[in-house]
């Protein structure tokens, strides 16, 4: 069943292209930030963190980048594939794995 | 091995009631926490228990509590139901409370009439 709100912003990408997702965050004090990734009907699962000190990361097929002096935070994704197409995430902490503050979500729908 | 399991999936109560969700951990994960996700307010922190004790909690009403039994197995308790707790609750967990990987369970779907 649905899981996530009704009027999420939604960015639509060709398969095979690179997605940018984008996120604001509202605490200058929070140390980690946290991108997931929630399919219909599933939970939201983890795809990669970044803490503060840094301002890049990279994983498999994705790159999340923290821009601290505007509170941004963005997701790429490498060449999207069917299989991308999710409502994503950001979230923010104080601490590592403490208490979670989640954005609202943008929602990425991948044509093939 | 086993994702995060939660119980029940889908729930219909009404208004007054209360009502009891469980999650099970992934196996040796000794950290837990509870989320309610509504479209209107999007995901937000309930809780977060490690060890059978409670480490943090979100700005929810004191309607809503927890607990964590020593198998790591949890439960949240929302009493005296009102229309607005209608919401996906979602579990997850995590090997230490520090990890920031929680792994999430697939949530029990709450309707409140």
């Known amino acids: 069943g649905e899981s996530v709100g009704l009027h999420l912003p939604t960015l639509s990408v060709q398969e095979g292209d690179n997605s940018i997702i984008n996120c604001a965050y509202s605490?200058?004090?929070?140390?980690?930030f946290i991108w997931y990734k929630q399919e219909s009907g599933k939970g939201p699962q983890f795809i990669i963190d970044?803490?503060?000190?840094?301002d890049k990361r990279q994983g498999q097929r994705v790159t999340v980048l923290l821009n601290k002096t505007v509170k941004h935070l963005s997701l790429q994704i490498a060449a999207t594939q069917p299989g991308d197409s999710a409502v994503y995430f950001c979230?923010?902490?104080?601490?590592?794995?403490?208490?979670?503050?989640f954005g609202g979500g943008t929602r990425l729908m991948v044509k093939p | 091995k086993a994702g995060v399991t939660q119980t029940p999936r889908y729930l219909i109560k009404t208004r007054g009631q209360q009502v009891t969700l469980s999650c099970s951990p992934i196996?040796?994960?000794?950290?837990v926490s509870w989320y309610q996700q509504t479209p209107g307010q999007g995901l937000q922190f309930l809780f977060e228990?490690?060890?059978?004790?409670?480490?943090n909690k979100g700005n929810f009403p004191g309607r809503f509590s927890g607990r964590q039994f020593s198998n790591s197995r949890s439960e949240m308790n929302v009493s005296t139901l009102e229309l607005g707790d209608s919401a996906l609750y979602l579990c997850a967990s995590a090997l230490r409370t520090d990890d920031n990987e929680q792994f999430f369970g697939p949530g029990t779907r709450l309707t409140v009439l």
């Open positions: 970044i803490r503060s000190n840094m």
């Open positions: 196996s040796g994960h000794r950290s």
């Open positions: 979230a923010e902490s104080p601490n590592a794995g403490n208490m979670l503050t």
């Open positions: 605490n200058s004090a929070s140390d980690y």
């Open positions: 228990y490690f060890s059978e004790t409670q480490r």
